[in-house]
């Protein structure tokens, strides 16, 4: 945690930069922004050290939790795969021909749409997702510890708020 109190301090060092040699520019924002960017960096790592545990990279995590998330039968189009994930479409196809080399999914031809394909977890996918999400909410709890309750539910609100306005104007 002192490595992230530090670079939180970097980012008020930085402010007190600019403020002396730019007075005419206001650099609030900055305090903001760029303590969400260093703190996510942060917390990227800190959520990848559970990925890798389990073989698996972000992407591949994302894509087995959308599989788990989706129920019984636990599969999903890759094109509604990627729709559920933060993995581009584009991405997917390599994540899925990982992860069904790893033997955690595997692939089929929709029933429905004959040129159609299905991505399902595999038992063994479906072990090592369930093990992991566990561990990955356990570890969410830790990185929140600095939060009560309280101040998590705000920040959450705020985030939302926020999120809500920067992806309404990218339409």
């Known amino acids: 945690m002192a490595d992230l109190a530090e670079s939180l301090d970097r980012v008020a060092r930085i402010q007190r930069e600019w403020a002396r040699e730019r007075p005419d ?14 703190l996510g960096a942060y917390l990227t790592e ?6 890798r545990k389990y073989g698996l990279g972000e992407g591949d ?4 939790a959308a599989l788990r998330r989706a129920g019984a039968p636990f599969e999903r189009a890759p094109g509604e ?6 993995v581009t479409t584009g991405a997917m196809t390599k994540r899925v021909d990982r992860l069904e080399r790893a033997g955690l999914v595997s692939r089929r031809a929709s029933e429905s749409d004959g040129r159609g394909r299905v991505v399902a977890l595999t038992p063994q996918g ?13 570890n969410e709890r830790r990185l929140l510890a ?4 309280d101040e998590a539910a705000q ?17």
């Open 25 to 38: 520019v206001d650099v609030r924002p900055q305090g903001v922004i760029g303590r969400l960017h260093r």
């Open 46 to 51: 800190e959520l990848c050290v559970v990925y």
């Open 61 to 64: 995590f994302d894509v087995l």
């Open 81 to 86: 795969l990627a729709e559920h994930t933060m």
């Open 126 to 138: 479906r072990e090592v997702i369930d093990r992991a999400f566990s561990e990955h909410m356990a």
């Open 146 to 149: 600095a939060l009560t309750e």
């Open 155 to 171: 920040l959450e609100s705020l985030l939302v708020k926020w999120m809500a306005a920067t992806e309404g104007s990218r339409d």
